[in-house]
Structure formats: structure tokens, C-alpha cells
């Protein structure tokens, strides 16, 4: 048995919102350890992906996208701009919109990093079979989902409009 | 089909790492909006519940059982203690060592906080059976006692002595 393990109340164990925080915790750790030197991309490397896929998104939608409040993205945006992997312009049908993209620079960082990231989710899903990785993944994607519809609904996200 | 799921990567939403984070951001905000009122301790209610089952616990046993480094959990500990949950006493054995304690005030507000706390439990798991949630407690917790015993073989909490 893990001395941690024995450490934490049988009521922490078994509360989903704990392990998720747990696990979040501990393996942003491991994962920053790997991606050493690549700034600050690594801590946002989901956002740069939506971001890849969806070149010209504005920034409110990537806000919904993340869970973010617009009020928390920009400073990380500006963040990722100044280090040179995006650039904001303003929407040609709405001024008031900026449009993200990723800078040439963006997309070697995305393309140079991918095979630790591979590598890291590797080492997560270590411990669990094939079979169980789907099943892990499925069941987190159906709670996920209802996070986010429920987010939407409460009307949470209304001032990122 | 959600409007968020489409503007996500396929390659994201097979990532272990990237739901966790997800969930956890979704969650959090769900979770401040039902414990309004009661400070900073929601936030931490992980960190409380662990101290209120070992009482006397030095710091750095803390830091590992919530995967934090001895620098990070510090200051989360005064502010905890300046709202008055909690007390530090030094260790009768090791005088170096700084023994955590729920004040009785803390002890009262972890047991008003506990309906909201169950609430919100409730409201994550909603959309699986009880089956599927004890399935992904269980997967859950082979993964996070996977990433936490690494941390121990790694010497990445070396410095919580």
C-alpha cells in the first residue's frame, strides 16, 4: 500500500472532484518536467491545439472552448503572443472580434513538442489496459460534457460575449 | 451534438490529460458558485478534510499527500490560518517540525460545508449510472496512485523534507 494512499480519508478517495484535482496536479508536474525549455506553451498546449485547428477562431469562442472567462484567457493570449506563437487581428465582418492564429513559430513549438506530449499520456494511462483507457476516457468525456453544457446553461459564460 | 465537442481536436478529446483539465476547470466553477461565502476553504476543502483525519500532521507530509511542493502548500496554510481554520504548533518530538491542527472553527465550517460539497459530487456523476461511476473512480484511482508513487521514485518531493 501507498503511504498516501492510507493518508487520505476513504471519503477524498472516493469523491471524483478530488481525484480529477489530484491527478491534474501531480501530472502537470510530471509533464512540465518533460517540456523543459518551451516556455510557457506547455502549461497551454489544449488552447494552442483548438487554436491550430481552428485558425481564426475569436477569442470568445476559445474562451467556452477552454472553460475560461474571457477576463482570465486574454492575459494568457497575450502571454503566448509575446512569446511569439500567436497573432490577434481584428475580424474583417466584426471589428470588435480578434481573431487568433498561430504563428509559423506556433506551429514548429506544436509540431516540436507533440512527442512529449504523446510520450506523457502514455505514462498515464500506464497502469490501465487498452480496453480500460477507453473506458476511463468515455466515461470522463460523458462528466466533461455535462460540465461544460451545465456552464453554458447557468448562463456562467454569458459575459464573454 | 455540443458546439464545444466540435471545436475540440479529436486528438484532444482522446487525451486523458486534457479531460482532467477540462473537468477541473468546468468543475471548480460550479463548485465557487454553490460555497459562495465561506472564503478561501472550498478551494481547499481536499487539503482541510486530510487535516481533520490526522490531526497533528506535519507540513511536509501534507505537501505529499496533496502532491504540492513544502513552498506552495506554506502560504495556503497561513492564509488558512489567518481565516482562523487552523493552527500550527511545533512537533513535541522535532522542534522543527510544524504540527497542523482544524480549529474548532474550522472543524465547524468543514461540517457546514458538507452538503454542498455532497451536492456537488452528485451533479458530476449525474449523467452515469452507479455502475459507471464506481468503474471510473476505480480506473481513476489506479492512475493517480500511478502519478503519485512516481513522484516519490522520481525525488520530485526531495525537497519537502
Chains 1, 2 share one sequence.
Not at 8 to 25: D, F, T
Request: aromatic share 4%; net charge positive; with cysteine.
Amino acid at each position: 500500500m501507498n503511504e498516501k494512499v492510507q493518508f487520505e480519508p476513504e471519503a477524498l478517495a472516493n469523491m471524483l472532484s478530488y481525484q480529477v484535482r489530484l491527478i491534474q496536479i501531480a501530472a502537470y508536474k510530471n509533464f512540465e518536467s518533460r517540456t523543459k525549455g518551451f516556455g510557457t506553451a506547455p502549461r497551454y498546449i489544449g488552447l494552442l491545439r483548438i487554436i491550430e485547428s481552428n485558425p481564426g477562431t475569436n477569442q470568445s469562442q476559445l474562451a467556452k472552448a477552454v472553460c475560461l472567462d474571457r477576463s482570465s484567457l486574454v492575459p494568457i493570449l497575450d502571454t503566448l503572443t509575446k512569446e511569439g506563437l500567436l497573432e490577434r487581428r481584428p475580424s474583417k465582418k466584426d471589428k470588435r472580434l480578434r481573431c487568433v492564429f498561430l504563428t509559423p513559430q506556433g506551429a514548429d513549438l506544436l509540431s516540436k513538442i507533440q512527442s512529449r506530449v504523446e510520450e506523457h499520456e502514455k505514462y498515464l494511462v500506464e497502469p490501465l489496459s487498452q480496453a480500460e483507457q477507453e473506458t476511463l476516457l468515455r466515461l470522463l468525456r460523458r462528466v466533461s460534457d455535462h460540465v461544460r453544457s451545465e456552464d453554458i446553461d447557468s448562463g456562467a459564460l454569458d459575459n464573454v460575449a
